[in-house]
């Protein structure tokens, strides 16, 4: 995969890109909405062009951008990956230093990417990258606060490249990364007996060049077709506490927030359980600040 390294990257958009626009455009019941559809339509089409170019597989017609109904309803700009994650494109026009987040794409998005339109109806810049950061997503994003590019693209390729298969782990099979407990957790830990008759790993995960925590997953059949999974991270360390605030968000396949669970103050862990079928793919990202991790399972 080729890195692109310039701040902007022009898009040209075809005719039958923006035929496609002005379609969408023509079906809203006044100018104002139309204008919006048609820039964002165009928004999620260079999105799609730019990473097709990298071979990053894309399934444009499932946005909500592309349905009728929705994008009559909502000011939705979404790009739907081919692993379900959704790419929010948002358009901004020559002038304007930062874009209005609407209320109905402030979350199960994997971030924002910025394109600005300028006279010059050939073609479009893209000026940067949002990410998504746990709690909450500003009501706007200034273009000062955009990332480069590479910095999507190393998110897309991991999403991609990094998916912990955890029906394997009953065949001792483990993926790279993920290790025995005690390797991580000092020997009087409390996490070191949870779900003892379990399979169970840890990862150590650095949010920040200071704040190290424990991923911990415990993987135990229910049944014939059905698993019990617990979630914990843990401080590395007994009286060790969690950094306050901590995010731990679990994410459906479709992208839906299934759990939010926040760290208060004192917490050494916080975890979740729950139950699922093999097959089935989930997200975790856990956030502070500004640092967010995420790591995609599949049942």
């Known amino acids: 995969m080729n890195n692109i390294v310039t701040p902007f990257l ?4 075809t005719v039958s890109a923006r035929d496609r626009a002005r379609e969408f455009a023509a079906q809203q019941a006044t100018p104002e909405k139309g204008l919006r559809v048609y820039l964002n339509t165009l928004a999620v089409w260079a999105v799609h062009r730019y990473l097709k170019w990298l071979q990053i597989d894309t399934d444009v017609d499932r946005g909500d951008s592309w349905h009728p109904g929705l994008r009559a309803i909502f000011d939705v700009a979404d790009l739907v990956i081919s692993n379900g994650c959704k790419l929010e494109c948002r358009p901004i026009l020559e002038g304007e ?8 794409v402030s979350q199960n998005r994997i971030g924002y990417v910025v394109v600005k ?3 010059r109806a050939e073609e479009v810049q893209l000026l940067g ?5 746990a709690p909450e997503i500003p009501e706007s ?8 590019l590479d910095e999507l693209l190393e998110l897309l390729t991991n999403l991609e490249n990094q998916t912990t298969k955890l029906s394997q782990w009953l065949q001792n099979i483990f993926d790279a990364g993920w290790q025995k407990i005690e390797d991580l957790l000092a020997p009087q830990t409390p996490a070191l007996a949870f779900r003892s008759s379990s399979v169970k790993r840890a990862k150590l995960i650095e949010l920040g060049s200071d704040r190290t925590v424990v991923l911990l ?6 049944s014939d077709r059905q698993l019990g999974i617990n979630l914990r991270v843990s401080s590395t360390e007994e009286q060790i506490e969690l950094p306050s605030q901590l995010k731990l968000r679990v994410i459906t396949e479709t992208g839906q927030v299934f759990r939010e669970i926040t760290s208060n103050l004192g917490d050494t862990f916080m975890q ?3 139950s699922g079928h093999p097959g089935e ?6 956030g502070l600040e500004e640092d967010i991790f995420r790591e995609e399972f599949e049942i």
């Open 10 to 13: 022009t898009v040209p958009l």
């Open 97 to 104: 230093t930062e874009i209005l987040i609407p209320k109905e």
């Open 117 to 119: 339109f300028s006279d």
């Open 129 to 133: 990258y949002f990410p998504t950061i």
């Open 141 to 148: 994003i200034s273009i000062n606060d955009l990332q480069p």
């Open 217 to 222: 997953v415990s993987l135990k059949p229910e």
């Open 272 to 274: 979740y359980e729950f």
């Open 281 to 286: 793919k989930f997200s975790l990202t856990l």
